[in-house]
């Protein structure tokens, strides 16, 4: 359904070229849930919003191919491209409690793209955000429609998000850290959500998160990113059980377990060192200078840059 093939972002800053993305390649089946896995400032964002071309024109380039049903995304035009955005392809904003306009009532926000979308008229378009609100389980959905953002609750804002997003019911909904700044109850109930409404409208999701837990619960397939460049792709349950590339065995490490009993005195496990340059990124594999040793590593330094099962 959607193919991403070589993808490459580049920001122009004045310390240099920033390359954010570089190289980036996967493929997105109908029904499947494939989580973009990897720590904040990795490219995971900057991805997503290049499928749907968001990115500003000035000051970024963008390389690549991207495919959807078909389509040769980057050739299309404008106003093409607003005819995919919220209607074809759709996507949930990080941050429940900022990516809603605070000066429009939620009502407003939902009905806007089934009357650009849907061409329908202001009391069908209101009519039909309610239902959206609903869907979602937004309690009293028709009086949550006249109300301002300020006046839900973090966990009903990410709901109002989601009836947003899958207003039009999309093919393709790009769920961008769904959860972040929710406490864990509304957390997974948020998952839960998502799966439900995956399952009845049949949903292809790309995921994208800093957080392990929630992948191995809700992906089928997984990607794990670092500083622009994706390291490793599996199945789930496999990537889990055997990772290849020595960044996905640190980032698993680095999970801290309640079944594993931490001797007193020592450091939690960690992966030392910062990230690469992007500016000036070294040759070779990107996370070469914060591997681990080569006999935990196993492979180490031979291993593929980019590793796929």
Wanted: hydrophobic share 45%.
């Amino acid at each position: 359904m959607l193919q991403v093939r070589d993808l490459q972002v580049h920001f122009d800053t004045p310390a240099g070229l920033l390359r954010a993305v570089s190289g980036v390649s996967f493929d997105l089946n109908a029904g499947e849930t494939l989580g973009l896995v990897g720590e904040s400032g990795c490219g995971k964002t900057v991805t997503a919003l290049s499928i749907l071309r968001l990115l500003p024109a000035t000051h970024s380039e963008m390389s690549g191919e991207i495919r959807f049903a078909g389509d040769d995304l980057q050739a299309f035009s404008e106003p093409d491209m607003r005819r995919v955005r919220g209607n074809r392809i759709a996507m949930i904003f990080q941050e429940p409690m900022t990516a809603l306009n605070p000066v429009f009532t939620i009502g407003e926000q939902v009905a806007e793209a089934l009357r650009l979308h849907r061409g329908l008229g202001h009391q069908a378009a209101w009519s039909a955000a309610g239902q959206a609100l609903a869907r979602v389980g937004l309690p009293d959905a028709p009086r949550r429609l006249g109300q301002y953002p300020h006046q839900l609750s973090g966990g009903l804002r990410q709901r109002a998000l989601i009836a947003m997003a899958l207003a039009c019911e999309p093919e393709i909904l790009i769920a961008d850290e769904p959860t972040t700044a929710l406490d864990v109850t509304i957390q997974a109930q948020i998952l839960a959500l998502l799966k439900s409404l995956k399952e009845e409208m049949g949903l292809a999701v790309l995921f994208i998160t800093h957080n392990l837990g929630i992948v191995a619960q809700t992906t089928e397939r997984v990607a794990v990113m670092y500083a622009g460049v994706i390291m490793e792709q599996a199945a789930t349950k496999e990537l889990y059980k055997n990772p290849a590339h020595p960044y996905t065995r640190s980032l698993l490490a680095a999970v801290p377990r309640l079944d594993f009993h931490h001797p007193p005195g020592e450091s939690l496990a960690a992966i030392l060192g910062q990230v690469p340059s992007l500016e000036a990124p070294p040759p070779g594999c990107l996370f070469k200078d914060r591997c681990l040793p080569i006999s935990l590593a196993m492979f180490g330094h031979r291993c593929l840059p980019y590793l796929e099962k």
